[in-house]
C-alpha cells in the first residue's frame, strides 16, 4: 500500500466536529474528496473498522478521503441550543476540505443512518458528484412481496423438518440446511414516502451524481433480488449501479466482505473517471 498521511481535525462551528483525513503521499489530480460520515451510534471507524479500511484503500488509489463523526457522536460534540443535523454537518466538512485545497467535487459513502445522511445532502447539493449508499433505503415491489411469502414458507417446511423427527422419537439428521437468515429493521432514521425517494433520485441524475447502492442479506425483509431497486426506481436504470449481496450481513463483518465491498468501489470509481 502506498505511504499515506492521515490528520485529525477538528471543524464546523466552535471547532466541535471531529474527522480524520487520509491523504496519499502523492494525491492523483481531479480525482474527487471522498466523505464518510459515521454510521449509527458507531463513531468514525465504522462497524468492524470499515470506514478506516475503505479510507486507506481509496487512499493508496489516490483519493482524499474524510471519516468523521456526525455532531454528538464519537468525538463530535452536540450543537449548543439547537439540535444535530447531519446535512449541516456534512456542509461544515465540505467548506473545511474546500479550505485545504480538496475538492471542489466530493463522493459520499454512508452505510443505514449514514446512507440517509447523504441522501438528504446529496439532493440539495452542488458539490456532490457521486453517492454510494449502503443499506438505505429499500421499497417493497409485488415480486418481493411474493419471494418474501415463499421465503416464509420455505422457512416453515425446514422448521417441520426439524421438529416432527424429535416428536416421533426420530434419532435421524433433520432435513433442514439452514435456519433463517437475519432480519434488519431499520431504527436510526425514517425513510420517506416513495414517491420523494423517487423525486430526489431524479434531481439527483440531472446533476449528473453518479449514484451505487449496495444491499446486504440482512435487508432481506426489505430487500430480496438483485434488480428490486431498478423495479421501484425504473429512471435509474441504465445511470446507477446496484449490488445485491444476499450472503454479506449489514456491518460486513467479514473481512471478505469487506474486502470485496473495497473493490466494488474502487472498480465503481475508477469508471467514473472513464
Known amino acids: ?67 468523521f463523526d456526525l455532531s454528538g457522536l464519537g468525538d463530535s460534540d452536540a450543537p449548543r441550543g439547537a439540535a444535530p443535523d447531519a446535512s449541516r454537518d456534512l456542509q461544515d466538512a465540505v467548506s473545511m476540505l474546500l479550505s485545504r485545497q480538496h475538492g471542489p467535487q466530493f463522493l459520499l459513502i454512508g452505510l443505514c443512518s449514514g446512507a440517509h445522511d447523504i441522501h438528504q445532502f ?82 439527483m441524475l440531472s446533476r449528473g451524481i453518479h449514484l451505487a447502492f449496495l444491499f446486504t442479506g440482512d435487508m432481506e425483509s426489505e430487500y430480496n433480488y438483485a434488480e428490486q431497486h431498478f423495479d421501484v426506481f425504473p429512471q435509474l436504470k441504465g445511470y446507477a449501479e446496484v449490488w445485491y449481496q444476499p450472503k454479506t450481513d449489514h456491518t460486513l463483518s467479514r473481512r471478505t466482505s469487506r474486502e470485496a465491498l473495497v473493490q466494488h468501489i474502487r472498480e465503481w470509481m475508477g469508471r467514473l473517471k472513464d
Do not use: W
Open 122 to 203: 446529496a439532493k440539495n447539493s452542488l458539490d456532490v458528484m457521486g453517492a454510494l449508499f449502503i443499506d438505505g433505503y429499500a421499497y417493497p415491489t409485488p415480486r418481493f412481496k411474493r419471494r418474501r411469502f415463499m421465503q416464509r414458507l420455505l422457512r416453515l417446511h425446514r422448521k417441520a423438518a426439524e421438529t416432527l423427527p424429535s416428536l416421533l422419537g426420530d434419532d435421524g439428521e433433520s432435513l433442514a440446511t439452514q435456519g433463517p437468515a437475519s432480519s434488519l429493521a431499520p431504527e436510526y432514521f425514517r425513510q420517506p414516502a416513495l414517491e420523494e425517494a423517487s423525486a430526489d433520485f431524479t434531481t
Open 1 to 67: 500500500m502506498a505511504r499515506l498521511k492521515e490528520r485529525a481535525l477538528r471543524f464546523g462551528e466552535d471547532q466541535r466536529l471531529l474527522g480524520i483525513l487520509t491523504v496519499p503521499a502523492t494525491p492523483l489530480a481531479g480525482l474527487p474528496t471522498v466523505i464518510i460520515p459515521n454510521t449509527g451510534i458507531d463513531h468514525r471507524v465504522g462497524p468492524n473498522r470499515l470506514h478506516v479500511q475503505l479510507a486507506r484503500a481509496l487512499g493508496a488509489a489516490g483519493y482524499c478521503t474524510l471519516r
